[in-house]
T-cell receptor, first 116, second 112 residues
Framework: NAGVMQNPRHLVRRRGQEARLRCSPMKGHSHVYWYRQLPEEGLKFMVYLQKENIIDESGMPKERFSAEFPKEGPSILRIQQVVRGDSAAYFC??????????????FGPGTRLLVL | DAKTTQPPSMDCAEGRAANLPCNHSTISGNEYVYWYRQIHSQGPQYIIHGLKNNETNEMASLIITEDRKSSTLILPHATLRDTAVYYCIVRVDTGANSKLTFGKGITLSVRP
């Protein structure tokens, strides 16, 4: 059973460009979470999505960041007009969401974004 | 979600048991205790979780005190590859509050 897949694993962008990060959840999982880890810092929650719905975006920066999880295809985290401060590791996690049974999130290997 | 407190670091000898403590004195009755680890800069790896009872799997054991205010993760035979940052997280399992709140964790160093 393949785990959570993320691509690209490494992404280099110049300031002002757009970054698109993709996440394919584990087979059968319909819930996706995005986390960001800035250099030398801990992981911070960004957004929680179900298919075609954003459930919790309390950790998303108000501007330039957006996320989607369409009915078909991977979840996409999109960063417009990137700045150097966006350089970080972005991790995606997925879960099966058996409510009341302890919902375990499984993480992907991450995408390392470097903004020049 | 309740806050957890972990020592910043600890070490143990290879082959010995590693006992990683976690305090969560404000935990609510419906909050689970989760443990994850992050090896170097890899993605966090799920280890184990529990609600009230002690749990064991192929990776580790989780001992939760009767009052649920603290827990201990036990790696029975630590290896060099267990060197990582270990995160103890408590979380309510409801749909809208499913996010994991990571603290600083405890850095475990396994020495040869």
């Amino acid at each position: 059973n393949a785990g959570v897949m993320q691509n690209p694993r490494h992404l280099v962008r110049r300031r002002g460009q757009e970054a698109r990060l993709r996440c394919s959840p584990m087979k059968g999982h319909s819930h996706v979470y995005w986390y960001r880890q800035l250099p030398e810092e801990g992981l911070k929650f960004m957004v929680y999505l179900q298919k075609e719905n954003i459930i919790d975006e309390s950790g998303m920066p108000k501007e330039r960041f957006s996320a989607e999880f369409p009915k078909e295809g991977p979840s996409i985290l999109r960063i417009q007009q990137v700045v150097r401060g966006d350089s970080a590791a972005y991790f995606c996690a997925s879960s099966l969401h058996l409510q009341g049974a302890g919902e375990t999130q499984y993480f992907g290997p991450g995408t390392r974004l470097l903004v020049l | 979600d309740a806050k957890t407190t972990q020592p910043p670091s600890m070490d143990c000898a290879e082959g010995r048991a590693a006992n990683l403590p976690c305090n969560h004195s404000t935990i609510s009755g419906n909050e689970y205790v989760y443990w994850y680890r992050q090896i170097h800069s890899q993605g966090p790896q799920y280890i184990i979780h529990g609600l009230k009872n002690n749990e064991t799997n192929e990776m580790a054991s989780l001992i939760i005190t009767e009052d649920r205010k603290s827990s201990t993760l036990i790696l029975p035979h630590a290896t060099l590859r267990d060197t990582a940052v270990y995160y103890c997280i408590v979380r309510v399992d409801t749909g809208a509050n499913s996010k994991l709140t990571f603290g600083k964790g405890i850095t475990l160093s396994v020495r040869p």
